[in-house]
């Protein structure tokens, strides 16, 4: 059974900080990438970072400089440190595993989303 469990999530004033943790198990392909994904209300998910098991980075334009994604490739953890927040980063951050099967197709999973909100 496929696990991703999200933590790290709350509230916190502007230009606070605060750090996303997703543990993933019970994945059998191998990963080719992890990040995170935000989405509000009424609007489409969006990708904030990514990291793939080479460790190339990949972030949203509206993040980067702030935030900074990381992973244990032993652990299958992905990590998200998020410095200097910004109301407009207040959304519920979802945790996402990419793997491919042996066969050549890709799987994604997706943590049950964790509420990050920063108060002006």
């Known amino acids: 059974q496929v696990q991703l469990v999200e933590s790290g999530g709350g509230l916190v004033q502007a230009g606070g900080s605060l750090r996303l943790s997703c543990a993933a198990s019970g994945i059998i392909f191998s990963i080719r990438a992890m990040g995170w994904y935000r989405q509000v209300p009424g609007k489409q998910r969006e990708l904030v970072a990514t990291i793939t098991s080479g460790g190339s980075t990949n972030y949203a334009d509206s993040v980067k400089g702030r935030f900074t994604i990381s992973r244990d490739n032993a652990k299958n953890t992905v990590y998200l440190q998020m410095n200097s927040l910004k109301p407009e980063d207040t959304a519920v951050y979802y945790c996402?595993?990419?793997?491919?099967?042996?066969?050549?197709?890709?799987?994604?999973?997706w943590g049950q989303g964790t509420q990050v909100t920063v108060s002006s």
């Open positions: 996402n595993v990419r793997a491919r099967a042996s066969w050549g197709r890709e799987y994604d999973y």
